[in-house]
């Protein structure tokens, strides 16, 4: 009673001090006097600022509430929020390995929270800042599978196209250029994606995709003259090398 009191009045620390030493003296009371205990300390650690103690006190809570309890979803997702709090200054001090690591283990410990795509989202920004593009790249393929909904998918996409083109996957990142372009309405980006695109597949010596993208490409931009011009060159450049006089 003591605890749920000066969590109610605001005195955190004392909340939480009290709430442990229920937990501790009494380790064998009732389930439900544990429980809400614990749920104290969660609340009032969360409320400092204290994210690591409340990942713990939740972790707590939730191993002694029952499955089908309606409460459930409410600490988990607190859950979540107490992991993702840990990452942020992590990630505002540029300690990216570190704040990466925080986002990503909510979908061990909380799989089902409703922060987990932002949290992997910015778990493959903070890789893509590190210029770990096999790890960013495992991140976002699973992101865009695992949420194909998300109003994200546009942006993982880009990011997609910039961690292959970094690692050297010259044709997975002229594929994601391409998709770029399908997904985007600003023309401009699209132009810029489809001469990307096109580009790669040549260093790629992937002919065959190049010619396509750049055929795509001057009859969706016949203007302005000067680049249509261009890449017709590139156009016959490929017909010429791939011997198709006609």
């Known amino acids: ?29 009732e389930q439900k006097l544990v429980r809400s205990a614990w749920l104290v300390v969660a609340h009032a650690s969360f409320d400092q600022a204290n994210f690591q103690e409340a990942e713990t006190a939740y972790i707590s809570v939730l191993k002694l509430t029952a499955e089908k309890d309606e409460s459930r979803e409410k600490l988990t997702e607190n859950l979540a929020a107490s992991i993702y709090k840990q990452g942020e200054p992590e990630k505002k001090l540029e300690k990216h390995r570190e704040a990466a690591n925080h986002f990503l283990r909510i979908a061990t410990v909380a799989p089902g929270a409703k922060i987990r795509p932002t949290a992997e989202y910015d778990a493959a920004a903070s890789l893509i800042t ?51 372009e399908k997904e985007s309405q600003n023309a401009s980006l699209k132009r810029e994606a489809l001469e990307q695109s096109a580009e790669l597949y040549v260093k790629a010596a992937s002919l065959e995709d190049a010619l396509r993208v750049y055929l795509k490409y001057v009859t969706a931009f016949p203007t302005p003259v000067e680049s249509a011009i261009e890449t017709r060159q590139k156009i016959a450049d490929i017909y010429k090398q791939t011997d198709n006089k006609k």
């Open 1 to 29: 009673a003591a605890a749920d009191l000066l969590y109610e009045l605001k005195d955190y620390p004392l909340a939480v001090k009290t709430g442990r030493q229920l937990i501790e003296q009494y380790p064998n009371s």
């Open 130 to 180: 590190l210029k770990d593009w096999p790890a960013a790249a495992a991140v976002l393929v699973d992101f865009r599978k695992r949420y194909p909904q998300n109003k994200l998918q546009s942006e993982v996409t880009k990011k997609l196209a910039i961690v292959y083109k970094e690692n050297g996957e010259l044709m997975s990142a002229a594929a994601e250029f391409e998709r770029i």
